[in-house]
């Protein structure tokens, strides 16, 4: 086990800050879950659109932020106060070896990530929902880079990364499952065999969409990064 976290520590500060003024605003807003409002709300308009009933449409949505809020609940209310792992960032061996941005320290402990948790959660869960190629990459794109600004400030070693990805892969499949169940009782049995459909209805089109949501938030805050 002290192996493992020497390891731990070695991977982090290797991968920790830049002292890149530009870099560290960067990853102070990406790290940000408001920086994410639009991708939100395009996935939430493709669900809309490309849903037939009331019900359908919550339940998806809903199943969405039942991954985000189980995978809270396990991390930040049972297993960071259970397992009492300091953050690098607060760690006293290392704390003053971890490049600290702007002061971001955060809470005391940070076994496991509840950021890597719950956006993979939500990639997990909309990757299946979906079923489009390029979305399920886009979606765990996202999920690692968000994973990659926790290590970047310090405030998660890789080991909780880890455990957060590994928690939000369970909790998105187990969350699908559920919603499957359900959807199956409330929807008509249909099969898409258009090529302007993904296997579950969705538009590619739409899917698109998200996409270029994605790209325009990316680029609008390295932009503004540079003037912040």
């Known amino acids: 086990m002290n192996e493992i976290i020497n390891i731990d520590q070695i991977i982090l500060l290797f991968l920790n800050g830049s002292h890149s003024l530009y870099a560290d605003t960067l990853m102070t807003v990406l790290t940000n879950a408001f920086t994410w409002v639009p991708l939100y709300l395009a996935l939430i308009f493709v669900i809309i659109k490309n849903n037939e009933t009331m019900p359908q449409i919550l339940l998806a949505i809903g199943g969405a932020l039942l991954c985000i809020l189980i995978t809270d609940l396990i991390a930040d209310v049972i297993v960071k106060p259970y397992v009492e792992r300091w953050r690098p960032t607060q760690d006293p061996f290392i704390k003053y070896s971890v490049d600290v941005v702007n002061g971001m320290r955060e809470t005391k402990y940070g076994f496991f990530s509840a950021h890597a948790a719950n956006t993979f959660g939500i990639a997990v869960f909309v990757s299946l929902l979906v079923r489009s190629k390029i979305l399920t990459w886009?979606?765990?794109?996202?999920?690692?880079?968000?994973?990659?600004?926790?290590?970047?400030l310090g405030v998660h070693y890789p080991g909780d990364i880890l455990v957060g990805l590994l928690c939000g892969a369970v909790v998105g499949v187990l969350v699908y499952l559920a919603y499957?169940?359900?959807?199956?009782?409330?929807?008509?049995?249909?099969?898409?065999?258009?090529t302007q459909y993904t296997s579950t209805g969705y538009s590619h089109n739409d899917i698109?969409?998200?996409?270029?949501?994605?790209m325009y938030t990316l680029v609008v805050v390295s932009i503004c990064a540079v003037f912040v």
């Open 138 to 152: 886009m979606m765990f794109l996202w999920s690692l880079l968000n994973c990659y600004t926790r290590i970047y």
């Open 180 to 194: 499957f169940k359900i959807y199956k009782k409330i929807s008509p049995n249909l099969n898409y065999i258009s």
């Open 208 to 214: 698109h969409l998200v996409f270029n949501v994605m």
